[in-house]
């Protein structure tokens, strides 16, 4: 596995610098890789054979190991924010949207853990499923770093921080929904009980079933937002092409997963009791592996000029037109000079 994909933006990135250093600004133009389908598709392909696979592992992992520290953590902010039943809602509102085989196997130890946590257990379990769920964030946040190819040298510490915090807002865009979800039931049962003339409508008021996929989207593209490296956040850096292509993938998958195991012959009689273990985890590897290309779908879109970072040297007689800017803090620069071969 390489550290940095020669499909990345810091890679295109780099043999444009190279090129305008030798040749100028009019050849460069020649270069620019641009972002026609194939060659998008070329880019995303090589990402995902690359990282797709090892990461949609270790996803999948996570996943299921952080979602009953996540549970927890939205058990004890809905009884921080003064919701009893707020935990039960979020259990429920994140089962719903998974194959009905893995939510029936993950519903009743979950309700058993959230019940047996209350009080300062609640909050100490709270506490470390902050630090638990933070690591989940990480994964994404290095999948994106190798998908734009930018190297990081920050604390551990602080990135994990970070990524707590993150977690939390997280559990809140939750909460939220949940509120959204709850007042748009009652606005269509109003609606159906006081308005008979209506009824007709009441197939037709979807809203409610719209939000969770909604609330998926917000969270991925937030995700992307503030994990892409953030020289890779500018306008012409597009986020959500990946963040739909990563929600539209979970819903498929959800749909479409629980008929092809039932074409397969189902895991029962290959796994026994721990089919269903085995289910989720496969549905978390398949998503995460829709995450993978989503990242490499920004990437692959990600627009790249012939901009030097400080520490890096080209050579050239058209070196000193290129435009220079700082790297961020914690990015680690090459500052080996650009050989022959990188600019092919």
């Given at each position: 596995?390489?550290?940095?994909?020669?499909?990345?933006?810091?890679?295109?990135?780099?043999?444009?610098?190279?090129?305008?250093?030798?040749?100028?600004?009019?050849?460069?133009?020649?270069?620019?890789?641009?972002?026609?389908?194939?060659?998008?598709?070329?880019?995303?392909?090589?990402?995902?054979?690359?990282?797709?696979?090892?990461?949609?592992?270790?996803?999948?992992?996570?996943?299921?190991?952080?979602?009953?520290?996540?549970?927890?953590l939205?058990?004890?902010?809905?009884?921080l924010?003064?919701?009893?039943?707020?935990?039960?809602?979020?259990?429920?509102?994140?089962?719903?949207?998974?194959?009905?085989?893995?939510?029936?196997?993950?519903?009743?130890?979950?309700?058993?853990?959230?019940?047996?946590?209350?009080?300062?257990?609640?909050?100490?379990g709270?506490?470390?499923?902050?630090?638990?769920?933070?690591?989940?964030?990480?994964?994404?946040?290095?999948?994106?770093?190798?998908?734009?190819?930018?190297?990081?040298?920050?604390?551990f510490?602080?990135?994990?921080?970070?990524?707590?915090?993150?977690?939390?807002?997280?559990?809140?865009?939750?909460?939220?929904?949940?509120?959204?979800?709850?007042?748009?039931?009652?606005?269509?049962?109003?609606?159906?009980?006081?308005?008979?003339?209506?009824?007709?409508?009441?197939?037709?008021?979807?809203?409610?079933?719209?939000?969770?996929?909604?609330?998926?989207?917000?969270?991925?593209?937030?995700?992307?937002?503030?994990?892409?490296?953030?020289?890779?956040?500018?306008?012409?850096?597009?986020?959500w092409?990946?963040?739909?292509?990563?929600?539209?993938?979970?819903?498929?998958?959800?749909?479409?997963?629980?008929a092809?195991?039932?074409?397969?012959?189902?895991?029962?009689?290959?796994?026994?009791?721990?089919?269903?273990?085995?289910?989720?985890?496969?549905?978390?590897?398949?998503?995460?592996?829709?995450?993978?290309?989503?990242?490499?779908?920004?990437?692959?879109?990600?627009?790249?000029?012939?901009?030097?970072l400080?520490?890096?040297?080209?050579?050239?007689?058209?070196?000193?037109?290129?435009?220079?800017?700082?790297?961020?803090?914690?990015?680690?620069?090459?500052?080996?000079?650009?050989?022959?071969?990188?600019?092919?």
């Amino acid at each position: 596995m390489q550290d940095i994909s020669p499909q990345s933006p810091e890679a295109r990135r780099k043999r444009l610098a190279a090129i305008q250093a030798r040749f100028g600004s009019r050849v460069v133009e020649r270069f620019k890789p641009g972002t026609k389908p194939f060659e998008v598709a070329k880019r995303v392909a090589v990402g995902v054979y690359n990282d797709g696979f090892i990461h949609a592992g270790n996803l999948a992992y996570l996943s299921l190991l952080s979602m009953f520290p996540f549970f927890i953590l939205a058990a004890a902010v809905a009884q921080l924010l003064g919701s009893s039943d707020g935990a039960q809602a979020a259990v429920f509102n994140v089962l719903r949207s998974l194959p009905p085989s893995i939510a029936s196997v993950l519903s009743g130890p979950v309700t058993e853990v959230l019940t047996a946590r209350q009080g300062p257990l609640l909050w100490f379990g709270a506490i470390v499923g902050l630090w638990t769920a933070s690591g989940f964030i990480e994964t994404i946040r290095d999948i994106l770093r190798r998908a734009y190819g930018v190297k990081y040298t920050a604390p551990f510490w602080e990135y994990r921080l970070i990524s707590a915090m993150f977690m939390l807002g997280l559990v809140l865009l939750l909460m939220t929904s949940l509120a959204m979800t709850v007042a748009l039931s009652s606005i269509e049962a109003f609606i159906v009980a006081k308005l008979p003339g209506l009824a007709e409508l009441e197939n037709t008021l979807t809203l409610v079933r719209i939000v969770p996929a909604l609330a998926l989207y917000l969270t991925v593209y937030l995700v992307f937002v503030v994990l892409t490296p953030s020289r890779y956040r500018k306008r012409g850096c597009r986020k959500w092409p990946g963040a739909l292509l990563v929600t539209s993938w979970w819903i498929a998958t959800a749909t479409l997963l629980p008929a092809a195991i039932g074409l397969a012959g189902g895991y029962d009689l290959t796994y026994g009791s721990l089919a269903g273990v085995m289910i989720a985890l496969l549905f978390f590897f398949i998503v995460g592996l829709g995450v993978v290309m989503g990242a490499e779908l920004n990437a692959g879109l990600a627009e790249t000029d012939p901009v030097a970072l400080e520490g890096e040297h080209y050579s050239g007689p058209h070196a000193e037109t290129l435009e220079v800017e700082a790297p961020d803090p914690e990015e680690k620069v090459t500052a080996k000079p650009v050989q022959g071969k990188e600019v092919a």
